[in-house]
């Protein structure tokens, strides 16, 4: 009788102690948020980062998400050298960016593109006078199955292969192969983006085209790397800094063009290699103070190493 | 016996304590739906986007956006159904062998041996299917992909079966002894008592066990999201189960990251919530009131 007693008291007590860590929960939770974490948290887009704690100074930066995972990383390894200054990283795409530097919501504007002459006039006209940085250059490499004979492609056939007017290899020169396999990345991977805009819509000239509703969506470059290895009829696309000898890469013929180019850091570097473009990062004014500090950290060894871990290709030394 | 006080108090606290937590999870429940209803109620405020939920194209980032839902629905329905169709036979057997056939000490290991099943991580499920059984089934059947409908539901099989085992492995306990031995007496088998006596009676019990499965197939993500392709296709007949597909609930895992705050695409995303939220709400409905009945059948 007495030890079913305590065995029951006991369970009351664990309940309680958990109740009350439960309900303790909000206090310790609001306590924390001072604290610098590791957990990668994005403060929501459109309250444009966290409100600024105490003295420390933070720097929000939004916009392409091409840029993003990049900006993770780099935000991550300046707060272990900064703990003093606070970076908000979040997406929503170029413009989202740039309209957020204008409406001084961000202190840099991530951007897959220049910025465009009508969004300088807006800048102007609210007072912020935009600075172009180039932080990286983004190629993505267009892979197949080792088996395909296939050596090159242009940027309209895979157009066409990704809005689906092609279905089939023979159409593209490959023999016996069958349906293409057509592999796409999960809409919110920024290399669906950037692919999207370069091949689908031909840099931007076929604005209406888009992807064909039924591709093979993957949600890492990984499994668009083993799939396509493994897949016959497969053809896929991933940053150029991930393609590994599993699988065979197709030099590409640009838009208009006759001569394949290779793809590789020089091609891109050089311009030549057609689904490849720039990254910036757009501050209002030549950064100073801590700005500065990231930006030059950004442009420096140890952020462009950041940018090859991530799959883009740095800035020529 | 002492005081009685104390008990009395200290039973008072631990009630206190259970029946808060029992009304903790109808308040969830509620909560849950009303966070659903909120994120994707507005969806139906866009014209466009509601016409399109009907469609066949989802193309949440085209202009304009799509958000056909037919072939998410589809998606799912076909690799539940494959699941279904591979793990209740699967389960229903193994809970006959446990609960009739089983000798005691086999039995003892088996129980536990499937309830470790049921710990087995979504993820490892996912990755055996995408390392091994994805490539190997493409090389060996010749098919296009090794990311197909066929190979979520077999997965989702494994992971259903414990609870089939466990729900029908109760509801033939439930079946009364008197039952059993009156068949037996009367010159049946061992066989014939099982098939024409204890699973008619425990038959409520059995499609209980089917449909908490089938509650189970449904809402499984991260196995889906991994083996499935998400290709967002109308599966056509038989052949769409060696095709990939897209699931409901692989759209909602592979979208809402990067998915901007109070979007339309947001907004429909939420509305699949809502949508796989109510089927499994009915489906375990359903459940609840026929096993309620296997409880008077048995009486």
């Known amino acids: ?317 | 016996m002492r005081s009685t006080k104390p008990r009395r108090w200290g039973e008072r606290l631990i009630e206190g304590a259970i029946k808060s937590t029992g009304i903790a999870t109808i308040v969830f429940v509620l909560l849950i739906f009303v966070f659903l209803l909120k994120d994707s109620l507005p969806l139906f405020g866009h014209a466009k986007q509601t016409a399109s939920l009907l469609g066949t194209r989802w193309l949440p980032t085209s202009e304009p956006e799509q958000f056909g839902l037919i072939p998410l629905l589809l998606g799912s329905l076909y690799v539940t159904l494959g699941a279904m169709v591979i793990s209740v036979p699967l389960g229903v057997a193994c809970a006959i062998f446990i609960a009739e056939l089983a000798p005691q000490w086999l039995r003892e290991l088996l129980k536990p041996l499937v309830e470790l099943l049921a710990a087995v991580p979504s993820v490892v499920f996912g990755a055996l299917g995408v390392l091994l059984l994805g490539p190997w089934f493409a090389k060996t059947l010749h098919l296009p992909v090794g990311q197909f409908a066929a190979l979520g539901s077999l997965l989702l099989a494994f992971m259903a079966i414990p609870t089939i085992v466990s729900v029908s492995e109760d509801a033939l306990h439930a079946v009364p002894r008197a039952l059993r031995a009156g068949s037996l007496a009367l010159g049946a088998t061992h066989w014939q008592s099982i098939t024409r006596v204890v699973l008619p009676t425990a038959r409520s019990g059995l499609i209980a066990a089917g449909l908490l499965g089938l509650g189970r197939a449904i809402g499984e993500t991260m196995t889906v999201l991994m083996v499935t392709g998400n290709a967002a296709v109308i599966p056509q007949g038989l052949k769409g189960f060696i095709l990939p597909v897209r699931t409901m609930t692989a759209t909602i895992a592979a979208e809402m990251g990067e998915t901007a705050h109070n979007s339309t695409h947001y907004f429909a995303l939420f509305f699949i919530g809502l949508l796989l939220f109510l089927i499994t709400l009915v489906v375990n409905v359903v459940a609840e009131v026929v096993v309620h009945r296997m409880g008077r059948e048995a009486k």
């Open chain 1, 1 to 317: 009788m007495k030890q079913g007693r305590i065995l029951t008291l006991a369970i009351g007590l664990a309940m309680l102690t958990a109740l009350m860590v439960l309900s303790g929960c909000p206090g310790q939770k609001a306590a924390d948020t001072t604290a610098p974490t590791d957990m990668a948290v994005k403060p929501p887009a459109e309250a444009g980062g966290p409100p600024a704690t105490g003295a420390k100074e933070t720097i929000r930066q939004i916009g392409s998400t091409t840029v993003l995972p990049l900006a993770e990383k780099w935000r991550e390894a300046f707060n272990k050298l900064h703990p003093e200054v606070d970076i908000a990283v979040s997406g929503g795409g170029s413009g989202t960016g740039i309209k957020g530097l204008i409406s001084k919501s961000c202190e840099i504007a991530n951007s897959s593109r220049e910025i465009k002459d009508k969004e300088i006039e807006e800048a102007k006209a609210a007072g912020v006078s935009p600075v172009e940085h180039l932080v990286a250059y983004d190629g993505i490499a267009v892979i197949v199955n080792k088996e395909n004979p296939l050596t090159k492609i242009s940027v309209e056939q895979l157009s066409d292969i990704y809005t689906g007017k092609t279905t089939k290899w023979d159409a593209v020169g490959a023999k016996g192969l069958g349906d293409i396999q057509v592999i796409n990345r999960e809409s919110s991977s920024g290399t669906y983006d950037s692919f999207k805009e370069m091949v689908v819509q031909l840099h931007g000239k076929e604005k209406d085209r888009d992807f064909m509703a039924g591709t093979l969506n993957q949600t890492s470059t990984e499994s668009v790397l083993s799939l396509v290895s493994e897949t016959k009829g497969a053809i896929g696309y991933v940053g150029l800094g991930y393609v590994d000898d599993r699988v065979k890469v197709l030099d590409v013929i640009p838009i208009g063009g006759k001569e394949p180019v290779k793809a590789s850091a020089e091609t891109v570097l050089s311009g030549k290699y057609p689904i490849s473009r720039k990254l910036y990062c757009y501050t209002n004014g030549e950064p100073t103070g801590n700005l500065k500090t990231y930006m030059d950290w950004i442009k420096g060894p140890e952020g462009q190493a950041i940018v090859s871990e991530v799959g883009y290709i740095p800035l020529a030394k």
